[in-house]
């Protein structure tokens, strides 16, 4: 088992960044793969951007793709999500997800992780 705690939220102007991070605990977190969802107020969860066990594979929605940079630490059990020139449209509930394997595959679905941290709130004012 692994929990998982966001933090870096906050409200910041167009144009403008933030750094999320997602501290896990337990031992086993480089056994994990993990991503990051968002949901906005009146829309489904999506997802935002994934990364592999080691860190050596990652993967983009197309809304982040060039603003966004997901990277881990596995020595501090944490992933971190870079959000640079943000858009009012990415305003939402930024929550952190992970599932335990060991498989190259890329995983976008909400269905293939089983666990989520609580969330924090990112606010990008025009």
């Known amino acids: 088992q692994v929990q998982l705690v966001e933090s870096g939220g906050g409200l910041v102007q167009a144009g403008g960044s933030l750094r999320l991070s997602c501290a896990a605990s337990g031992r086993t977190f480089s056994t994990y793969v993990m991503a990051w969802f968002r949901q906005a107020p009146g829309k489904e969860r999506e997802f935002v951007a994934f990364?592999?066990?080691?860190?050596?594979?990652?993967y983009y929605a197309d809304s982040v793709k060039g603003r966004f940079t997901i990277s881990r630490d596995n020595a501090k059990n944490t992933v971190y999500l870079q959000m640079n020139s943000l858009k009012p449209e990415d305003t939402a509930v930024y929550y952190c997800?992970?599932?335990?394997?060991?498989?190259?595959?890329?995983?976008?679905?909400?269905?293939?992780?089983?666990?989520w941290g609580q969330g924090t709130q990112v606010t990008v004012s025009s």
């Open positions: 997800a992970a599932v335990r394997t060991f498989s190259s595959q890329v995983f976008t679905s909400r269905g293939e992780y089983n666990h």
């Open positions: 990364i592999s066990w080691s860190g050596g594979s990652t």
